[in-house]
């Protein structure tokens, strides 16, 4: 009986021992600074929201959610010919280490359907989900405080 504990025991310590030497893949990691969501007037249907996105591997933002809207969209606006315009895009790349801006007239985070006006000191709650090129992906939660509307996000 001594023999088996003895066996079984070393059996374990190295499958734990295996474990440990074992790297586990490296999911990236996402930090958000300077979130924001611009505020809205009465009746006003959809708003934008911006942040800096940072990853310490290739990445993508992929999708938000937010128990603000049931319509959650990421978009950007570029000139077409003369016109700026918006659309929904599936993704905007995060490059290893480079900062990346969603800011008003580029990359942005459309909530839309909003059920109720948005107001300056308010803190709305968002959920942002980011892809590692390997195809794993992490979720960050993000409370983002309500700025005027005239406000750049920068002033704050």
């Known amino acids: 009986m001594n ?15 295996t474990a ?8 990236a990691n996402v930090s958000v600074k300077d979130a924001w969501v611009r505020a ?23 999708s938000a959610s ?6 959650v969209e990421v978009h950007e606006m570029a000139m077409q010919g003369d016109v700026m ?3 929904q895009v599936q993704a905007v790349d995060l490059p290893a280490g480079k900062v990346v801006e969603l800011k008003p ?9 909003l059920k109720a006006q948005v107001k300056e000191g308010d ?9 590692d090129k390997d195809g794993k992906r992490q979720t960050v939660d993000v409370k983002a405080p309500v700025h005027g ?7 704050h």
Do not use: C
């Open 123 to 131: 803190t709305v709650p968002l959920t942002l989900v980011f892809q």
């Open 3 to 17: 023999h088996f504990i003895r066996t079984a025991a070393a059996a374990m310590l190295a499958a734990v021992a």
């Open 105 to 113: 007239g580029g990359h942005h985070i459309m909530l839309m359907n």
């Open 40 to 62: 809205t007037v009465p009746q006003q249907k959809a708003t934008g929201a911006f942040m800096q996105l940072q990853a310490d591997r290739d990445s993508k933002f992929v």
């Open 20 to 27: 440990v030497a074992t790297p586990a893949q490296a999911q």
């Open 66 to 71: 937010s128990p603000l809207t049931p319509t």
């Open 85 to 87: 315009r918006m659309r």
């Open 149 to 155: 509307l005239g406000s750049s996000g920068h002033a």
